[in-house]
């Protein structure tokens, strides 16, 4: 295909911010006194801050109202933002800088699509803003993820048509949103896990432009 934009996936695919999101949901999961593991936090990825929140209250066995459900999201944001207002360059994901670097030096253009309200500040951070000739993110969408509404907005922002972009991602839920919205979609991860894909690999490290016009 001749490819017109890429658009990535952020938490898995460009950073590891899931580990934040995991030690501000178990201090918060502690403080409740449910016991949540690491391997609970795979079910958190690439959910909404909200989900996110209702799946942890499910494992607990835990009953609260709409508006402490609010409270406690807060919380956990607060302490979430504390960590990622730290982050630094050094720990965007290998390969992930360079190919963007790469697709953008060959005129394609860069979204991103993500479920994170957070995303401005990691791309900041990390000093990734500049690769990204548009940012959609979940202060842009009322429809999560497996929805592709997050990719098609993604799409008419680079003014691409879906069937010329590429999606990157690390969720089911994202790969089944890319390809809803009538995408190719490149899956970050282990291909036994995301076998939806039209590709897999383990990393963008692994990508080239090759492998993205082959599909
Ligand atoms: P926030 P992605 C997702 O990012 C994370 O994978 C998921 O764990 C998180 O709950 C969600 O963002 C919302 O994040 O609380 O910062 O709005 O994979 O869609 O880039
Ligand atoms: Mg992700």
Same mark, same amino acid.
């Given at each position: 295909?001749?490819?017109?934009?890429?658009?990535?996936?952020?938490?898995?695919?460009?950073?590891?911010?899931?580990?934040?999101?995991?030690?501000?949901?178990?201090?918060?999961?502690?403080?409740?006194?449910?016991?949540?593991?690491?391997?609970?936090?795979?079910?958190?990825?690439?959910? !909404?801050?909200?989900?996110?929140?209702? $799946? /942890? &209250? #499910?494992?607990? +066995?835990? =009953? @609260?109202?709409?508006?402490?459900?609010?409270?406690?999201?807060?919380?956990?944001?607060?302490?979430?933002?504390?960590?990622?207002?730290?982050?630094?360059?050094?720990?965007?994901?290998?390969?992930?800088?360079?190919?963007?670097?790469?697709?953008?030096?060959?005129?394609?253009?860069?979204?991103?699509? !993500?479920?994170?309200?957070?995303?401005? $500040? /990691? &791309? #900041?951070?990390? +000093?990734? =803003? @500049?690769?990204?000739?548009?940012?959609?993110?979940?202060?842009?969408?009322?429809?999560?993820?497996?929805?592709?509404?997050?990719?098609?907005?993604?799409?008419?922002?680079?003014?691409?048509?879906?069937?010329?972009?590429?999606?990157?991602?690390?969720?089911?839920?994202?790969?089944?949103?890319?390809?809803?919205?009538?995408?190719?979609?490149?899956? /970050?991860?282990?291909?036994?896990?995301?076998? @939806?894909?039209?590709?897999?690999?383990?990393?963008?490290?692994?990508?080239?432009?090759?492998?993205?016009?082959?599909?």
């Amino acid at each position: 295909m001749n490819v017109k934009a890429c658009i990535f996936d952020l938490d898995g695919v460009i950073v590891d911010t899931a580990v934040y999101h995991f030690k501000s949901w178990k201090r918060l999961a502690d403080e409740l006194g449910i016991n949540f593991t690491e391997h609970d936090n795979e079910r958190l990825k690439g959910v !909404s801050r909200m989900r996110s929140l209702e $799946i /942890i &209250l #499910e494992i607990g +066995n835990v =009953t @609260k109202t709409e508006a402490e459900q609010q409270e406690l999201a807060a919380r956990k944001n607060t302490w979430y933002t504390e960590m990622i207002s730290k982050m630094k360059p050094e720990e965007v994901l290998p390969g992930a800088r360079e190919f963007l670097e790469l697709v953008r030096n060959a005129g394609i253009k860069t979204a991103l699509g !993500s479920a994170s309200k957070n995303s401005g $500040i /990691i &791309l #900041e951070k990390t +000093n990734l =803003t @500049k690769y990204f000739d548009v940012i959609i993110d979940g202060n842009h969408v009322t429809k999560a993820k497996p929805d592709p509404e997050v990719f098609l907005k993604g799409a008419e922002a680079v003014q691409a048509q879906p069937t010329d972009c590429v999606v990157f991602e690390d969720a089911i839920a994202g790969i089944e949103a890319g390809l809803a919205g009538g995408m190719k979609v490149v899956g /970050i991860g282990k291909p036994e896990i995301l076998n @939806k894909a039209n590709l897999v690999v383990s990393g963008l490290d692994k990508m080239d432009l090759n492998k993205l016009n082959t599909l």
